[in-house]
Nanobody
Framework: QLVESGGGLVQAGGSLRLSCAASRISFSDYAMSWYRQALGKERELVASIAGTVGSTNYADSVKGRFTVSRDNVENTLYLQMNSLKPEDTAVYYC?????????????WGQGTQVTVSS
């Protein structure tokens, strides 16, 4: 189970920190990602982080502003979002993924709303 928190309303230029608490999975075995979906648009990858090595990847639109991290002891994924823009407004979802028997096993959270006002 994945539960996101930390969303809210913030002015442009502000910051938010999202959290995704995982339970009932072996958290460190999973690659974790943040996705977002704006109203009327497709869901897009924002950032991802590997299970134990911790290598990260970011969408071009958030590079230099967002930082993804994880705590494998607390089983929690984070997304620090700085210099927020109105175009960052979306529902943000976390996803856990691992490969089991050559197939992807995915878990999704319920999402948390981020609204950036201009």
């Amino acid at each position: 189970q994945l539960v996101e928190s930390g969303g809210g309303l913030v002015q442009a230029g502000g910051s938010l920190r999202l959290s995704c608490a995982a339970s009932r999975i072996s958290f460190s075995d999973y690659a974790m990602s943040w996705y977002r979906q704006a109203l009327g648009k497709e869901r897009e990858l924002v950032a991802s982080i590997a299970g134990t090595v911790g290598s990260t990847n970011y969408a071009d639109s958030v590079k230099g502003r967002f930082t993804v991290s994880r705590d494998n002891v607390e089983n929690t994924l984070y997304l620090q979002m700085n210099s927020l823009k109105p175009e960052d407004t979306a529902v943000y979802y976390c996803r856990a993924r691992r490969i089991i028997l050559s197939k992807f096993a995915d878990y999704w959270g319920q999402g948390t709303q981020v609204t950036v006002s201009s």
